[in-house]
């Protein structure tokens, strides 16, 4: 097959644009949108009301997708919830509970850590699960369940759209375990299911604002150390932007819980340091914007990413600010993972890297 840019740049830039119309096929297969319920896909043959514990295991973006679903799977459908990198799972020897289940994350289903961790959770008695995007791959055959982000073939080393896609299938799996055991009312679960149908239109609003985005970039590319805050579901978020950032764009990022921050980063802080704020209006908010003050009299250069209006009236001095739509807050990781995504595929392009194909990475890393 020849992969076709089309009017794009690059790959990741289509990649970033198609994710309104990817996400929206993916969540089709998981939830049936006029009845705002989720559905478990039939060859997944976990128990969830018996269930002990989850353990999800994976590497890179998929690792973060995985974390999110952390916040997800314990919050809604009080399920403890475990999340590791793969290459340090295989080797740690974790003790894994008779009632327990796995699930492995994977774009490529080929990286070779990902695929020992699996084989780990099946010696140990679990009950597995591969969530891939290349049916038919090695982790996809090997599992006791394969399920699948419909993302369509993604070129670019960095993921973008196959990470939105894992965020949508693994909240609406967090939905569904949710139901089964019996921890959200019906009508909560179409109020869960119903935010989720709302993705593609409001990703469809982000990427509209995508030249002010670039605006942004352009001037966080002149900094040499760029940090990202999050709290809850959106500190994954922080880490991916971070990690893109770094990917493609080879300038130092680093990601941090926004409670953590007095507990180190803030000694890097001065006027040089951009700080990308991801501060959705939820329950977290306040705390998150008190850790924003903490930035802002350091002199630091806050990019805020938010869907809150009234902050200048409370006299916040924000460098840059990016618009998101208000959502539920079972959408804001999904949400924001596009303009940290914008960020750092334009300061990329600002800095003339070689976006699709950064130095040292690779897309699938099939040995150890
Ligand atoms: C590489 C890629 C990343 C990806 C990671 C895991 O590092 O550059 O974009 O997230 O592998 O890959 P997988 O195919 O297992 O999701």
Redesign the pocket.
């Known amino acids: 097959f020849m992969a076709d840019k089309g009017k794009h740049r690059h790959f990741m830039a289509k990649e970033i644009a198609e994710q309104p119309e990817v996400v929206g096929r993916t969540l089709a297969e998981y939830a049936d949108f006029s009845e705002r319920a989720a559905r478990l896909p039939e060859q997944v043959k976990i128990d969830f009301a018996k269930l002990d514990r989850l353990t999800i295991t994976?590497?890179?973006?998929?690792y973060l997708a995985g974390l999110t679903a952390k916040y997800w799977f314990e919050r809604y459908a009080r399920l403890p919830t475990e999340v590791d990198i793969a290459s340090e799972f295989r080797y740690r020897e974790a003790p894994m509970p008779k009632n327990g289940a796995a699930i492995v994350?994977?774009?490529?289903?080929?990286?070779a850590d990902?695929l020992a961790a699996l084989r780990y959770c099946k010696s140990q008695g679990q009950e597995t699960v591969a969530l891939v995007n290349v049916p038919g791959s090695t982790i996809a055959r090997e599992a006791d369940a394969a399920i699948f982000t419909y993302a369509g073939p993604e070129i670019g080393?960095?993921?973008t759209k196959?990470f939105t896609c894992q965020l949508t299938v693994l909240a609406a799996l967090a939905v569904a375990a949710a139901k089964a055991r019996g921890a959200i009312t019906r009508e909560q679960e179409r109020e869960l299911i119903g935010a989720l149908i709302e993705a593609p239109r409001h990703m469809a609003e982000i990427l509209k604002e995508e030249k002010h985005i670039a605006d942004v970039a352009r001037e966080v590319a002149h900094a040499q150390d760029v940090l990202y805050l999050g709290r809850g579901v959106n500190y994954p978020i922080a880490l991916e932007g971070a990690l893109k950032l770094k990917?493609i764009s080879y300038i130092h990022a680093e990601g941090y819980a926004a409670g953590e921050l007095k507990h180190g980063p803030i000694a890097l802080i001065d006027e040089n340091v951009p700080v990308i704020v991801i501060a959705p209006r939820d329950d977290l908010f306040d705390k998150t914007v008190s850790n924003m003050e903490e930035v802002a009299a350091r002199g630091g250069k806050i990019v805020l990413l938010t869907d809150d209006e009234g902050l200048e009236a409370h006299g916040q001095r924000t460098f840059q600010r990016i618009r998101v739509p208000r959502a539920h807050s079972i959408l804001s990781p999904l949400l924001y993972a596009l303009p940290v995504q914008l960020l750092a595929y334009h300061a990329a392009v600002f800095m003339g890297t070689d976006v699709d194909q950064p130095r040292n990475?690779?897309?699938?890393?099939t040995v150890e």
């Not at 994350?105 to 990286?111: A, K």
């Not at 990475?361 to 890393?365: D, F, G, P, W």
Request: charge should be negative.
């Open positions: 994976a590497c890179g973006t998929a994350i994977s774009q490529s289903g080929e990286t990902t080393v960095a993921s196959a990917e990475l690779a897309k699938s890393v």
